[in-house]
């Protein structure tokens, strides 16, 4: 599974134990109980990663209609989840993760995350724990 740099520091400390990832109407590629190469994305090679730096299990991956789903009533905790320290930093490096998303304005972290285009997209969650690591 391919992280962006910084994200993929916290995977490998075993701070992220969460990702999410957009459905684009394809099944989830990742088996709950199955173990996956942990990547490093490489600048302008989107969609391909390093050499493998560690491993996580699987632990359990659902749908969801919507990035952050009503049923995680604090926002910020599950942020935390994802490595990050609260939902506005989640929705800051969301918006860095996917730059063709469908809000205009990037910085309207303000706004209720209902009326953030990007945060309204179907994704899968997936959790996972570290099982290995080269550090
Ligand atoms: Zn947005």
Redesign the pocket.
Known sequence: MIFSPPLCEKVLDGTKTVTRRLTKGEPCTYRVGQDYAVQEQREGNAGRGGPELGRILIVSATQEEYVFSEIYTHFDIEAMSEGLSDFDEF?GC??SLHPD?R?ED?D?YDEPYEQ????NEPVYRIEFELVGSDE
């Open positions: 929705v969301w918006h998303g809000c990037k309207t953030h285009p990007c945060l």
